[in-house]
């Protein structure tokens, strides 16, 4: 149970890990707490990740392994490792931080009486945060930012927090004060180059009240003087019929203000507003333990860079347009499973050589560095260029050559972090033509990070006019330790045979002419995508969003439970045709439930049940005969009552749907059984 702390310091709340690395949670985003919406500040200011680095170099004078070092010295304090290889190589590239060493496991975090602790033991690893926005209100709506609040509390600061401020009474002729506790602004202005900025309403007021008729110009209120010199803002209800803004007055109380006569609100949603270019969640907030209402953290003037957009918009903190993430997902997979036998050999020279750097035998180390650099060669000359599109398909295509054509006993060399069983000698004959592999997988290991973050709208690789923010504020060849989740799971995993895809058919005009459709620019990426992967994508998607369904009628998995994970690829040299269904711990559906519908008669009996439930929508023919619905209208048979899942098991924001690819009787990849499994 959340106990309040009565000392001024951040907002300390139990965050769970799954919150601070989401599609909606991490560094730079908003997170609403009992005190107020806090916003979670960079990696450079999470005290276990600066805890790694602390053990780094302490490694480094002891003249010790570091990974060794930090591996069990972070042990004993409550910081984990995690041992996924490929996922901090990845990283490493995509995120160009070269010298990435450690990836770090997010520890559960709990409140405590005065820090957010590790649970465990008593080390300050807390994850900092700051409060956003700094301006709050009394009870009778007058505002000031946090920082004035703060400095006009007279009584002892570190009963400051959670913010409140006193207000005088009169009991029996004697004043006395009582703290209430201050309401936050709800409001903050955003831009597409990811600044987040708390709204100056004493320039506000000036400017509204000196320029009467700008309100459809660009204005860059941060350059505009406020009102006076000492703003005693408030904003009070003028109409109560009145939504919104349009019923609001915003005046100075300050007697000496030349702009007290106030001024409405109305039309402030639509300003056109210059980005002063704020960066909060860079700012200086830790150590905790020195944290005493710390003045950086107080102060309304963050740190900030040159931006100048004019497209900045106010948004409500509790908008869903205010932060979204990208995460790279990782299936782990033993060294041995995805390296090539020179970057094996490259892996264990790099790692003798550390060794022989740590006991300085420099002789030993130069007869390394030849060799690695022997090896290095010919991988320089065949480096293909690392476009964001194709890694993710290259990464993923490591985790299907693995899955799709290594042996068990290849694959289960590390059985506590992924253990499999081929199962394809389950499927009964009708089946066999159409798939080359299915794998029961009792255990794999998800580690996630996040790779950065926007708002207003998501970032795609291409993007142009959303930027994308590192979570990190340091340059990147200083970034040592990086944050990520762990999560253990079961799943199916389903290959399709590659000669049946080569040889299947397709309507291909349904495809052009969905395609060719006119749409507007925000669909421009995902249109791509749909034409990249074309029909097998559809048909892929689809099957494993009818496996999902069928698992949710079958075995109570609520869809939400369940996740995919697709490959897809054309390219002659990560074909891929496959997708990999699993649940996490932690999901509702007890583990153990989905690898049983692997059982020979439960498989084809899901196979058969899914195939032919989706010959049928309740929406035929509208749906069947489709030309595209859904987001961006990039799905032809496929609609809520047949084949969407819960958006948090999709990993392509159900689109690229279609079940006549899969089903219809003259044209589906399944076209010559579907009649037989009925
Ligand atoms: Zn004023
Ligand atoms: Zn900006
Ligand atoms: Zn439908
Ligand atoms: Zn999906």
Not at 381 to 392: F, H, P, V
Request: net charge neutral; glycine share 6%.
């Amino acid at each position: 149970m959340a106990r309040k702390d009565s000392r001024n310091r951040q907002a300390n709340e139990a965050v769970s890990k799954f919150k601070l690395l989401s599609a909606y949670g991490g560094p730079g985003s908003l997170v609403h707490t009992a005190y107020g919406s806090i916003l979670i500040s960079c990696i450079e200011e999470w005290g276990f990740l600066n805890k790694v680095k602390e053990l780094y170099n302490e490694a480094l004078q002891l003249a010790e392994d570091p990974q060794a070092y930090v591996k069990k010295q972070g042990g004993l304090q409550g910081i984990c490792l995690s041992n996924d290889e490929r996922l901090l190589r990845e990283l490493k590239d995509a995120k160009r931080i070269d010298n990435l060493l450690f990836l770090t496991l997010i520890p559960n975090i709990e409140l405590d009486d005065f820090y957010n602790e590790i649970e465990g033991p008593r080390a300050h690893l807390a994850i900092n945060s700051e409060f956003m926005p700094k301006i709050f209100f009394d009870k009778r709506d007058h505002l000031k930012t946090y920082e004035q609040w703060y400095n006009a509390w007279t009584r002892e600061k570190e009963k400051f927090f959670p913010p409140k401020y006193l207000q005088s009474f009169q009991r029996d002729g004697a004043p006395f004060e009582v703290p209430i506790p201050l309401k936050q602004d709800n409001i903050v202005l955003i831009c597409k180059n990811g600044h987040i900025s708390d709204f100056p309403w004493a320039h506000f007021l000036r400017w509204r009240i000196e320029q009467p008729h700008a309100l459809n110009d660009e204005i860059d209120l941060y350059n505009v003087q406020p009102c006076c010199n000492r703003p005693d803002i408030q904003i009070s209800e003028t109409a109560a019929n009145a939504t919104g803004f349009d019923g609001k007055w915003l005046k100075c109380n300050n007697p000496g203000c030349s702009f007290s006569g106030g001024t409405s609100l109305k039309g402030i949603m639509s300003l056109k507003l210059v980005c002063p270019g704020h960066k909060p969640w860079e700012s200086e907030t830790g150590p905790p333990a020195s944290y005493f209402g710390k003045p950086e953290v107080r102060r309304a003037q963050p740190p900030a860079e040159a931006c100048r957009r004019s497209d900045t918009r106010i948004a409500l903190t509790t908008g869903n347009n205010l932060y979204f993430s990208r995460i790279m997902t990782s299936i782990f997979m033993p060294p041995e499973l995805f390296m090539t036998e020179g970057e094996l050999r490259k892996l264990l020279l790099e790692q003798q050589l550390e060794r022989a750097m740590n006991a300085k035998n420099f002789a030993l180390c130069m007869t390394i560095q030849a060799e690695i650099e022997v090896l290095n060669a010919p991988a320089m000359a065949s480096a293909s260029i690392n476009l964001e599109e194709n890694r993710d398909v290259r990464f993923r295509f490591q985790e299907y050559s693995a899955f799709a054509h290594k042996s068990e006993d290849e694959i289960n060399i590390s059985r506590k972090d992924l253990f499999v069983n081929d199962v394809t000698t389950n499927l009964a004959d009708i089946f066999r033509p159409y798939f080359h592999r299915i794998l029961r997988i009792d255990r794999l290991k998800i580690t996630s990070a996040q790779l950065d973050f926007s708002r207003v709208e998501p970032y795609e690789s291409g993007s142009t006019d959303i930027m994308n923010r590192n979570i990190f504020r340091s340059r990147a060849e200083n970034v040592l330790s990086y944050p990520v989740v762990e999560n253990f799971g079961e799943g199916i995993f389903f290959a399709f045979d590659h000669n049946a895809i080569q040889q299947a058919e397709t309507d291909t005009r349904r495809f052009s002419r969905l395609l060719n459709r006119r749409r507007n620019r925000f669909a421009e990426g995902a249109t791509y995508f749909a034409e990249t992967g074309g029909w097998r994508l559809y048909m892929t998607h689809t099957f494993a969003h009818l496996i999902m369904r069928e698992l949710e009628f079958r075995c109570g998995y609520p869809t939400a439970s369940l996740s995919e994970r697709l490959f897809v690829s054309n390219d002659a040299e990560t074909k891929m045709y496959g997708c990999l269904i699993y649940t996490a711990e932690g999901a509702e559906g007890s583990m153990g439930g989905l690898i049983a519908q692997t059982r020979e008669t439960n498989l084809n009996d899901l196979l058969r049940s899914a195939l032919v439930r989706a010959t049928i929508c309740n929406s035929d023919p509208l749906c069947w005969r489709s030309d595209g619905q859904g987001l961006f209208e990039l799905n032809l048979a496929s609609c809520f009552a047949c084949g969407l899942v819960s958006e948090t098991s999709c990993e392509h924001r159900n689109i690229y749907l279609d079940r006549q690819v899969l089903i219809d009787s003259t044209n589906g990849f399944f076209k010559d059984i579907i009649n037989r499994l009925k």
